[in-house]
């Protein structure tokens, strides 16, 4: 599957909202899940192949070095009747090959992705939603916020850089947002001293927990020991890991995950 960009707006200084649309998309659905998420394949600048292309032909018949990197997007929007799929992709420097791509994309451009897969949508009967996590998880953060009743209670805790990072996040809920700076605290440990530190509300609790790999394994430990939520209770997953390209990351995602079960009972 691919998409042609159609728009490119820059929504907070490193962060950027890609729409795609044309016929490449045809057939896309998603389940209403709202952590619904695309595999997008980005092609290295000298690959001998055109912007379309069959990600499992190039790996069986090219050498690795003209495979396209894959990286994972949240679904920030699909508009069935519009045929149109926004992401909102965070920019961070020259490094990487999704961030960089993102960056420079302009309309015309084509991504090929395959997908989408989720597992996550706010549960209708919690007493209340705790969301938590970087920049990375804000499209499904928001995307959460949007399908939550207006009868429903939202808790927000968002790492981002500083106050020009922030950007609107609209619910008929009730929300408690509270917006954490990297740039005035750059302890890693903040996303989760500031769900620490929060009154706990009665009621079961349903919970996304989706970031920077080290900034959610202290929420998760969290609210596992001290909180008593179980592991049914949230979603939660470390999207990517600082100073590791996603290549690096998923070799060694395996143990993370492993040592981070091991930090609760
Ligand atoms: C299910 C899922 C959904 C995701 N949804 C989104 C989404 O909607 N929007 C989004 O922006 N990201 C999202 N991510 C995270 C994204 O896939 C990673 O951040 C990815 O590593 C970016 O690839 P890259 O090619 O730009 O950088 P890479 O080549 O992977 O990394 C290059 C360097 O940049 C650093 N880096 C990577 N990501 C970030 C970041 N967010 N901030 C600062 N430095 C970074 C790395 O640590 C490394 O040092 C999602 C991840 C998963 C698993």
Partial sequence: MHGEVEDVAWIAPRMVRIVLGGTGLRGFAVNGDTDSYINVAIPPAEAPYGPVFDVDEVRATLPAEFWPARRRYTVRAW??????????????????????????????????FSGPS?????AADAAWHLMA???????????SL????????????????????????????EVDLLWLHRDASPDVDQLAASIRALPWSPGPVHAFVHGEADEIRGVRKHLLTDRGLTRADMSCSPYWRRTMT?????????????????DTP
């Fill in 246 to 262: 996603d290549e690096a990351w998923r070799q060694v995602k395996r143990d993370f995950v492993r040592a981070m079960e091991d």
């Fill in 118 to 122: 989720g597992g996550y949508r706010p």
């Fill in 79 to 112: 508009d069935e009747a519009a045929g149109l799929l926004t992401v909102d992709v965070v920019t961070h420097g020259d490094d990487g090959a999704a961030g960089p791509w993102a960056a420079s994309a302009r309309p015309g451009d084509v991504l090929v």
């Fill in 146 to 173: 949007e399908v939550l009743a207006p009868t429903a209670r939202a808790v927000v805790r968002v790492v981002c850089d500083g106050p020009e990072h922030e950007i609107e996040l609209v619910s008929p809920a």
């Fill in 133 to 143: 996590g970087d920049e990375s998880a804000l499209p499904a953060i928001a995307a």
